[in-house]
Nanobody
């Protein structure tokens, strides 16, 4: 069973920084991509940043230049460095992994979510 465990959320003042981590455990063949999504109450879950197995990255326009996604392949861990945080970044952040669990079959897995609150 694949599990994603997130850490690093919390309360930060506007302009501050936080670093989220997400570690994948379980039996897999290959990680296709890992990423971060966020969701506010009553809103839809939206993509924040994603990194592929070839290290191609993609960011939401609202976070470009402020957030950076990276990964440690040896640890099956993805990070999200968040700088210059704004109140509108406040949300629950979810880690996502798209993995091959057999040679031909892949699926999406989600973490439990970690709260990020940007407030003075």
């Amino acid at each position: 069973q694949v599990q994603l465990v997130e850490s690093g959320g919390g309360l930060v003042q506007p302009g501050g920084s936080l670093r989220l981590s997400c570690s994948l455990s379980g039996s897999i063949v290959k990680i296709n991509s890992m990423g971060w999504y966020r969701q506010v109450p009553g809103g839809q879950r939206e993509l924040v940043a994603i990194i592929s197995s070839s290290d191609t990255t993609n960011y939401a326009d609202s976070v470009k230049g402020r957030f950076a996604i990276s990964r440690d392949t040896a640890k099956n861990t993805v990070y999200l460095q968040m700088n210059s945080l704004k109140p509108e970044d406040t949300a629950v952040y979810y880690c996502n992994a798209n993995v091959y669990y057999t040679i031909f079959r892949r699926s999406d897995y989600w973490g439990q979510g970690t709260q990020v609150t940007v407030d003075s």
